[in-house]
């Protein structure tokens, strides 16, 4: 398991022995995801959803497409984001299949 995230959210996985990458914009969240995802170790990979923001496109992609790592937002330090679609709505509009 990873986590790329706020440095708050970081700090607090590897309080529990999860390795993590804080981001603080976009071009370091794209480095991160591009390291883990070239780790083959890393077979959860967790983005806080303020961090994912800053690259929604690429983030909901890998969330509907990519089998390894499994890909997984959580909420950011704030808490869940209530403007944000939930996750079958992206599958659906994504594959076109209601969940």
């Known amino acids: 398991m990873f986590i790329i995230g706020s440095p708050d959210a970081v700090r607090g996985f590897a309080l529990v022995g999860v390795r993590g990458e804080m981001v ?6 794209d480095r991160a995801i591009d390291e883990a995802l070239a780790d083959e170790s890393i ?25 390894m790592p499994l890909i997984v937002e ?26």
């Open 24 to 29: 603080t914009n976009r071009e370091e969240l």
């Open 43 to 67: 077979d959860i990979l967790l983005l806080t959803e303020d961090v994912a923001g800053f690259d929604r496109e690429r983030v909901d992609n890998l969330i509907t497409r990519s089998t």
């Open 74 to 99: 959580i909420p950011g330090p704030e808490g869940p984001d209530p403007d944000r679609p939930p996750l079958s709505d992206i599958i659906r509009r994504t594959i076109g299949v209601r969940i």
